[in-house]
T-cell receptor, first 114, second 115 residues
Framework: GENVEQHPSTLSVQEGDSAVIKCTYSDSASNYFPWYKQELGKRPQLIIDIRSNVGEKKDQRIAVTLNKTAKHFSLHITETQPEDSAVYFCAASRGVGGSYIPTFGRGTSLIVHP | EPEVTQTPSHQVTQMGQEVILRCVPISNHLYFYWYRQILGQKVEFLVSFYNNEISEKSEIFDDQFSVERPDGSNFTLKIRSTKLEDSAMYFC?????????????FGPGTRLTVL
């Protein structure tokens, strides 16, 4: 089955700095890679995703890059703000029927200090 | 904006008891999922459901677990005989047809505590 490794487990930055979270996956059949943000006690929420036919995607301060050959993908947050503080999960998904089944990484706790 | 809802928010039960966790997916969604998250750990896939049957399940989803869509709106997860290690947050999620959007929308979760 799929195995997703995520690093670092904790990331502490100053407000305004950039933050980078990296994930690797093992199953070359995975073709959809969502990133979720989970605030304390809340539900996971999708913040950005990328499909395997794209190398990079950007949405305002958030960007994701994918290297299919090396089987790794990364989340980049620029100009971090205290409200970016949360746990971020990457996932590698494969299509099953009409949906995708994700395997999640262990999460990165991002702390943005004002 | 429509949201997935779950009840109860917190369920406390004795080991060996049956529990039913309830979810109301977003109304026009066709795929339904259950995940669990043990405290401080990653989210783990349990099962997906489409067209009134299970389409995929993980190794965690053994004979103690079952899912049902008893009516046009609810989607339930039943644990027949709870164990201490079933204590976790259980999230329901739903999504549209992949041809429209693959995004899964999560509910707020039910925290299950098995004593």
């Amino acid at each position: 089955g799929e195995n997703v490794e995520q690093h670092p487990s904790t990331l502490s930055v100053q407000e305004g700095d950039s933050a980078v979270i990296k994930c690797t996956y093992s199953d070359s059949a995975s073709n959809y890679f969502p990133w979720y943000k989970q605030e304390l006690g809340k539900r996971p929420q999708l913040i950005i995703d990328i499909r395997s036919n794209v190398g990079e995607k950007k949405d305002q301060r958030i960007a994701v890059t994918l290297n299919k050959t090396a089987k790794h993908f990364s989340l980049h947050i620029t100009e971090t703000q205290p409200e970016d503080s949360a746990v971020y999960f990457c996932a590698a998904s494969r299509g099953v029927g009409g949906s995708y089944i994700p395997t999640f990484g262990r999460g990165t706790s991002l702390i943005v200090h004002p | 904006e429509p949201e997935v809802t779950q009840t109860p928010s917190h369920q406390v039960t004795q080991m060996g008891q049956e529990v039913i966790l309830r979810c109301v997916p977003i109304s026009n969604h066709l795929y339904f999922y259950w995940y669990r998250q043990i405290l401080g750990q990653k989210v783990e896939f349990l099962v997906s459901f489409y067209n009134n049957e299970i389409s995929e399940k993980s190794e965690i989803f053994d004979d103690q677990f079952s899912v049902e869509r008893p009516d046009g709106s609810n989607f339930t997860l039943k644990i027949r005989s709870t164990k201490l290690e079933d204590s976790a947050m259980y999230f329901c999620a739903s999504s549209e047809l992949a041809s429209r959007s693959v995004e899964q929308f999560f509910g707020p979760g039910t925290r299950l505590t098995v004593l």
